[in-house]
């Protein structure tokens, strides 16, 4: 079966973004955003306990570059819910460099190979990669080729590689996921090679149509900021891509079941503001959004309750109905 996903992303692809999706879809696999080993390993917070309450496929995406933190580690993941655990190899921000994980570590795939090995000592669930098609001056496909032929003999099937190369120094984050061309010739250079394995394109896809056509060539398609910008986009993802019968829903009724899941939240003490987020591109690129989102900002600053927001939305989805 192709995968179809939504790419980890930081500050974004919280616990809450993931269940507003989960309402949009019930197949698409949601990754949480990057947590550090360390992160997880000394969880004052219980974070990975509240990371682990998901709903339907999902993916730990985890930052390591010390395999014996990877190996205790997989000690306290092992009986966990996520259906993969995956390692982030493509991250070129400067706090990730610095950190020794991320993309600097497509350098090392040796290292990678090891940090593989620690995370399965106590865990039975598949481990992935998430990689880019190079890094800096290391960009042709030997590179790549020698990176994958390396890490997947430690029990690898399933790559996800973002078509861009990484550039460490001199882009920002951003940057990086724009200015870098796309070579998606590379990525079906490295899956024409290791047929055995299955890969995941990822960078600069912004449509379901496109995603359908993409797996035709690829095992799976990751969708990126665009999910974020656009979660209305997703709602035909069962009935277009994974072939269910569709089930029309409105913005109300996901809203509604949102706000109804957001309350045991609330009375654990998260803010209006943290649960609203990833509602502020619910009316994306209609007419209506930025009353839309001045109304969401009333809420967070504690001017109106929560509940009224499904009046506002339901206002606005029948001016829509009748502007149609």
Not at 122 to 136: A, E, M, Q, S, Y
Not at 141 to 157: A, M
Request: net charge positive; with cysteine; glycine share 4%.
């Amino acid at each position: 079966m192709h995968e179809f996903s939504i790419a980890p992303m930081m500050d974004r692809t919280d616990l809450h973004y993931r269940n507003l999706m989960r309402l949009i879809s019930k197949n698409i696999i949601l990754y949480t955003e990057m947590i550090h080993a360390n992160a997880i390993l000394h969880d004052k917070f219980n974070r990975f306990k509240i990371e682990n309450e998901c709903k339907g496929p999902t993916v730990l995406q985890i930052g390591c570059s010390d395999p014996q933190q990877a190996s205790k580690l997989s000690k306290v993941i092992k009986n966990s819910n996520f259906k993969y655990i995956n390692l982030n190899c493509g991250c070129p921000s400067d706090k990730v460099i610095k950190g020794d994980f991320g993309a600097i570590l497509m350098k090392k795939p040796i290292l990678v190979a090891e940090i593989i090995d620690a995370l399965q000592e106590h865990t039975n669930i598949p481990i992935t990669i998430k990689t880019r098609i190079g890094v800096d001056n290391f960009d042709n496909e030997e590179f790549l080729y020698n990176f994958i032929n390396i890490t997947h003999k430690k029990n690898i099937s399933s790559y996800i590689i973002h078509a861009r190369k990484a550039i460490l120094k001199g882009l920002t984050p951003h940057e990086n996921r724009t200015i870098p061309p796309l070579n998606y010739e590379r990525v079906k250079y490295i899956k024409n090679s290791f047929k055995q394995l299955k890969f995941t394109i990822n960078g600069g896809i912004n449509s379901l149509k496109e995603s359908k056509k993409l797996l035709k060539t690829y095992d799976g398609v990751m969708v990126g900021r665009y999910a974020w910008d656009n979660p209305w986009e997703f709602i035909k993802t069962d009935s277009v891509i994974f072939g269910d019968k569709y089930v029309e829903q409105t913005r109300t009724e996901i809203l509604e079941k949102y706000l109804n899941y957001s309350q045991k939240y609330l009375k654990l003490g998260h803010s209006p503001r943290r649960i609203i987020k990833p509602l502020f591109n619910l009316l994306y690129s209609c007419d209506g959004s930025r009353y839309w989102k001045q109304e969401l900002n009333n809420v967070a600053n504690n001017k109106k309750p929560l509940e009224e927001l499904l009046k506002i939305i339901d206002n606005i989805e029948s001016k829509l109905e009748l502007a149609a």
